[in-house]
């Protein structure tokens, strides 16, 4: 494909044969990375279908990653049905937390589906880095369904301090504090404010070692 942008569930159609039944490991990560890229653009009907039938293909030596995408894709699509349904937002913050959001049917729906994509990223087992990525995503979607104790059982198995200094664990940490603030915030109550403080001031000198000032 030359270009991502003309890419359209029609155009993916005479290909879907091929990304079932293929045994090359490169011709597969190719697939799914396209997968990511359309997600990443706005195309998420198109990632959705690639990454769908992806995870059909039984010779794929990643799957765990294959899930990881693909469940990226469905909340992905649960976010966007909820900011059609949302009121516009003039004052957005990234930190600003909503209490028990309303979810239409097909966002939540979409949102129990990632979770499931999610599940099967864990229950492999196979790579760390992997299943980290899936349990930080649990937890921000748990928190948008309120499953406010499933969540919490994600932020006592999450430990973060081992990992290496890196790009990925400053914002692993933020999401995580982020999530942790949000759900205390539900009992109108902080209270792991000083962990919280914490984690960021360990992302604070994270991003200083690596000289990663945007962080």
């Known amino acids: 494909f030359s270009s991502c942008n003309g890419l359209t569930v029609e155009s993916i159609q005479p290909y879907l044969q091929e990304i079932a039944t293929s045994q090359e490991s490169i011709n597969l990560t190719a697939w ?5 890229n359309l997600r990443i653009i706005g195309k998420v009907l198109e990632s959705q279908l690639i ?11 990643y799957p765990e990653a294959t899930f990881l995408s693909l469940g990226n894709t469905y909340a992905a699509l649960g976010n966007l049905e909820q900011d059609r349904q949302a009121e516009t937002k003039y004052k957005y913050q990234p930190w600003q937390c909503e209490v028990n ?13 990632s979770l499931d994509s999610y599940a099967q990223v864990v229950s492999a087992k196979k790579n760390n880095l992997t299943v980290l990525k899936a349990q930080l995503n ?14 919490q059982q994600i932020i006592n198995q999450l430990n973060l301090s081992g990992l290496p200094p890196s790009k990925f664990k400053i914002f692993a940490i933020i999401n995580y504090a982020q999530n942790l603030a949000c759900l205390e915030l539900r009992e109108e109550q902080i209270k792991s404010s000083e962990k919280i403080i914490k984690l960021l001031e360990l992302a ?12």
């Open 32 to 36: 799914r990375n396209l997968g990511d």
């Open 204 to 215: 604070i000198k994270d991003a200083i070692k690596i000289d990663d000032r945007k962080s």
């Open 101 to 113: 959001p309303k979810l239409s049917t097909i966002s939540k729906n979409y949102y129990l589906t």
């Open 138 to 151: 649990r937890l921000k979607i748990l928190r948008n369904l309120s499953k406010v104790e499933e969540a």
């Open 51 to 61: 990454l769908e039938t992806l995870g059909t293909n039984s010779q794929d030596v």
